[in-house]
């Protein structure tokens, strides 16, 4: 058995040996081995020429020689051998070596420890969520309020008038009424509330912005884009939800005394990428921590309206 096995173990040897010496000689060939000053940038003027290791002849011969090595009938025997092993070997061993070599991979090192956050969850709303416990105001209220707002020390830039179309002092409060709301050097802005008969609750219908020193009516609509999306999104706002307290809808307008000068809290720019426009979009964040306007935990956020979704 021994005398039947040891020449096929020779024969296989053979072509083994073949291929190693087939490797050696394709490694010592490469160009960076045997031609290593083919890599070399030109030579620079009044410099001296580096000279070959050994004369380009002989480098030519050895190409020469190897290639007569790989079609001699050895190595191609070998190369056969070696291309039918491969196809009937379907073990994957290349595969399964890159597996093992994955295995022996260092560990990554840890992470630095990062600072400790507390998890705060907050909610977004188009209005306060308590705005529903506020009480509606009745139009026979209307001008109380006017007058009670425009005295708090908090709307200092901020003031109330019932609009009539003539400027003249009004003897009763129309329907639908119309209030202007001005905040200095930022905007003025026209609310337009009608009221039910029976209920006499005002119920706000459209707000349009304008710019400060815009001599334009209610009913038009301002010749500046900022303006212009202010007023739209405000309508997209009352369209959610059209029942909306009167005082909300004020508190959201004093909200827009920064206008210009405050960031959007999803990009943090003033003027948007597209457009520089502001951030004329405003979003109610309410936190767990807390549930009044001006806590730490609930306010008016400013938003350009292309980072509503962010």
Excluded at 11 to 39: M, T, W, Y
Aim: positive net charge; hydrophobic residues 35%; charged residues 25%.
């Amino acid at each position: 058995m021994a005398a039947e096995t040891s020449p096929a173990l020779a024969a296989l040897e053979e072509k083994l040996q073949s291929l190693r010496d087939l490797h050696n000689r394709l490694q010592a060939i490469r160009v960076g081995q045997v031609f290593p000053s083919l890599l070399r940038p030109p030579p620079t003027i009044g410099l001296q020429v580096p000279s070959f290791h050994e004369p380009l002849e002989r480098k030519v011969e050895t190409l020469k020689e190897v290639g007569e090595f790989v079609k001699s009938e050895k190595v191609q025997e070998a190369l056969k051998a070696a291309g039918e092993s491969e196809k009937a070997d379907k073990s994957e061993l290349t595969m399964s070596w890159r597996r093992e070599n994955r295995k022996r991979r260092r560990a990554p090192s840890p992470e630095s420890p990062q600072p400790y956050h507390s998890f705060q969850p907050k909610s977004t709303f188009l209005f306060p969520v308590l705005e529903h416990e506020t009480t509606p105001l009745k139009v026979d209220d209307l001008a109380s309020y006017i007058r009670d707002f425009n005295r708090t020390p908090e709307h200092t830039h901020c003031k109330l008038h019932i609009w009539t179309p003539t400027g003249n002092k009004i003897q009763k409060i129309g329907n639908p009424a119309i209030v202007r709301f001005t905040i200095r050097d930022v905007l003025t802005a026209y609310v337009t509330a009608a009221h039910d008969p029976d209920t006499r609750v005002l119920a706000v219908e459209t707000v349009t912005a304008f710019g400060p020193r815009e001599k334009k009516s209610p009913h038009s609509q301002s010749e500046y884009v900022a303006y212009q999306k202010l007023s739209q999104h405000i309508a997209r706002m009352l369209q959610s939800h059209p029942t909306v307290c009167f005082q909300t809808v004020m508190g959201l307008l004093v909200s827009y005394e920064g206008l210009f000068t405050q960031q959007c809290a999803s990009c943090e720019r003033v003027l948007s990428a597209e457009g520089h426009v502001p951030p004329v979009a405003r979003l109610w964040i309410e936190s767990a921590l807390g549930s009044e306007a001006g806590k730490g935990g609930t306010n008016w956020q400013p938003r350009h309206v292309t980072c509503l979704q962010s």
